[in-house]
């Protein structure tokens, strides 16, 4: 029934590391991009990062040289490995997944950097 779960999400201080993964189901097929976006009450939606079937990587220039997107073909996952996280990083996550017939959306998961 729940065809993107998301994990990796939590409490975190500043400096400090957090690992997200998001595993598609095996029957969403012909996955062109996976990415990583995020939302903070009262902002728009924004791409963090995202992730083409053949290797090409985009990021936010608030994230570039600290988030690094990665994926697994093979198990239908989407990585964001975030480190030096600040408070501004502070938002519900979204993982994202375009196929040839439509896109699918992640329920979201919580970072939070505070110390």
Request: aromatic share 8%; net charge positive.
């Amino acid at each position: 029934q729940v065809q993107l779960v998301e994990s990796g999400g939590g409490l975190v201080q500043p400096g400090g590391s957090l690992r997200l993964s998001c595993a598609a189901s095996r029957n969403i097929l012909r996955i062109y991009d996976m990415g990583w976006y995020r939302q903070t009450p009262g902002k728009q939606r924004e791409l963090v990062a995202v992730i083409t079937s053949g290797g090409s990587t985009n990021y936010a220039d608030s994230v570039k040289g600290r988030f690094t997107i990665s994926r697994d073909n093979a198990k239908n996952t989407v990585y964001l490995q975030m480190n030096s996280l600040k408070p501004e990083d502070t938002s519900v996550y979204y993982c994202n997944v375009v196929t040839a017939v439509r896109g699918y959306w992640g329920k979201g998961t919580l970072v939070t950097v505070s110390s």
